[in-house]
C-alpha cells in the first residue's frame, strides 16, 4: 500500500503555489525569485506550527476533514497568514543585510496586500478580527525594533526581555484568530495567544543558539549570546576578545544548563496553559519540543569538546530545530 502524505502536505504545497503565482507577476531577478524559498515545503514539508494550528482547529471545529485539496474560507485564512509573514520577512532580511536588492521592500508591500486582500474574502470575519489583526501587526513591528535596540548593545537583552519575541511573533496569531472568529470560539483565543508566545520564545531561543557564530561576527548579542559570554551591559569587545569569551563561556556547563533550563520552563509554560478540552495536537506538539532542552545541552556539551580540541567554532553543529516548531520573522 502506498503511505499517503497528512492533508497539511497538500496544504503546505498549495501555499508554495500561491508563493509562486505572486513572484511571477513581479519583475524578475535573482532575489526575488530566491523568495519562493521561504515557502512551507522548503523549511518543513508540512508547514510551520503556527499554520497547523488554525488546520487542527478548523478540522475540529468544523466536525470535518479540511481534506486534502484546499479550498473554502481555510485556504483563505491560511493564505493571508503567510502573505502576512512573509510580508515581515522579507523586510527583515533586507533590514539585516541578508538580501541586498531594496526592490525586495516592494515585493514585501504586495505580500502585505495579499494577506489582507485574502482575509477580506472570509465573509465571517467583522471589525473584531480587523482589531486583532492591526495590533498583531503593530506588536510585531515594535517589539522587533525593541529587539534590534537591544541587541545592538552588548549585554543589554537579558532574560526579562525575551517576552518581546513574543511580539515579534504576534503576526503569527492572526490565522488562528481568524479560525476562532469564523467557528465563534473567541473564547478560545486567550490560551491559543499564551500558547503561542511560549512558543514563539522557545523558538527563538533555539535560532539564537543555532546562529550564534553568525550573530555574533555581525555585532548581534542575543540573550543566548550575553549568557554564553557572560557579557554586561556596556561592555565592548573586539572580535579577538570577543572569541576567546566565548571559548571561556563554551567551557562552563553552568552557562549552557542556564540556557536549556530557561528552554525547559518555557515549553512547560506553553504545557500549562493548554487546557483539558483541546484537542491532543497541542499535547501531542508540546511533547515533541520537550526533546529540545536535552539537545542543546548535548550539543553544546560536543562544542565543549570540539573547541578544548583547538576546532573552529564554525564547525560545531547546532542544534536542529524541532520539525514542529514554529518559524519566526527572526531578527530585525
Known amino acids: 500500500m502506498v503511505k499517503r502524505d497528512p492533508p497539511e502536505v497538500a496544504w503546505a504545497r498549495h501555499l508554495d503555489r500561491m508563493i509562486g503565482a505572486v513572484l511571477d507577476t513581479v519583475p524578475g531577478n535573482d532575489d526575488i525569485r530566491s523568495l519562493r524559498a521561504l515557502g512551507p515545503c522548503?523549511?518543513?514539508?508540512e508547514g510551520?506550527?503556527?499554520?497547523?494550528?488554525?488546520?487542527?482547529?478548523?478540522?475540529?471545529?468544523?466536525?470535518?476533514?479540511?481534506?486534502?485539496?484546499?479550498?473554502?474560507?481555510l485556504a483563505d485564512v491560511l493564505w493571508g497568514q503567510y502573505a502576512l509573514f512573509l510580508s515581515l520577512r522579507v523586510k527583515d532580511d533586507v533590514l539585516d543585510g541578508r538580501r541586498g536588492d531594496?526592490?525586495?521592500?516592494?515585493?514585501?508591500?504586495?505580500?502585505?496586500v495579499e494577506s489582507l486582500r485574502s482575509f477580506r474574502r472570509v465573509r465571517e470575519l467583522g471589525d473584531a478580527f480587523w482589531?486583532?489583526?492591526?495590533?498583531?501587526?503593530?506588536?510585531?513591528?515594535?517589539?522587533?525594533?525593541e529587539v534590534g535596540r537591544l541587541e545592538a548593545e552588548p549585554g543589554a537583552f537579558r532574560a526579562e526581555h525575551l517576552g518581546l519575541h513574543a511580539r515579534v511573533a504576534g503576526m503569527a496569531k492572526v490565522g488562528v484568530a481568524a479560525v476562532c472568529h469564523i467557528h465563534h470560539k473567541e473564547a478560545e483565543l486567550a490560551w491559543l495567544s499564551h500558547f503561542q508566545d511560549h512558543l514563539a520564545v522557545a523558538n527563538q531561543i533555539e535560532d539564537d543558539l543555532r546562529d550564534l557564530a553568525d550573530d555574533l561576527r555581525v555585532g548581534r548579542y542575543t540573550w543566548v549570546g550575553n549568557t554564553l559570554l557572560a557579557l554586561r551591559p556596556g561592555e565592548v569587545l573586539s572580535p579577538d576578545e570577543r572569541a576567546s569569551r566565548l571559548g571561556q563561556g563554551l567551557l562552563r556547563p553552568e552557562r549552557s544548563a542556564a540556557?536549556?533550563?530557561?528552554?525547559?520552563?518555557?515549553?512547560?509554560?506553553?504545557s500549562a496553559v493548554v487546557p483539558a478540552s483541546a484537542p491532543h495536537h497541542f499535547s501531542d506538539l508540546v511533547q515533541r519540543l520537550a526533546a529540545a532542552p536535552a539537545e542543546i545541552e548535548r550539543s553544546l556539551?560536543?562544542?565543549?569538546?570540539?573547541?578544548?580540541?583547538?576546532?573552529?567554532?564554525?564547525a560545531a553543529s547546532p542544534p536542529s530545530r524541532p520539525t514542529n516548531s514554529p518559524s519566526s520573522t527572526s531578527k530585525a
Open 42 to 45: 522548503s523549511a518543513d514539508r
Open 48 to 73: 510551520p506550527s503556527w499554520m497547523r494550528i488554525a488546520f487542527w482547529l478548523d478540522a475540529i471545529w468544523a466536525a470535518g476533514d479540511p481534506g486534502r485539496e484546499p479550498g473554502g474560507a
Open 102 to 112: 531594496l526592490r525586495l521592500l516592494l515585493v514585501a508591500d504586495r505580500f502585505l
Open 131 to 145: 482589531q486583532s489583526y492591526l495590533d498583531c501587526v503593530q506588536g510585531t513591528l515594535d517589539g522587533a525594533a
Open 259 to 270: 540556557i536549556a533550563g530557561l528552554l525547559r520552563r518555557t515549553l512547560r509554560a506553553a
Open 301 to 314: 556539551h560536543e562544542t565543549r569538546v570540539r573547541w578544548i580540541f583547538g576546532q573552529d567554532l564554525d
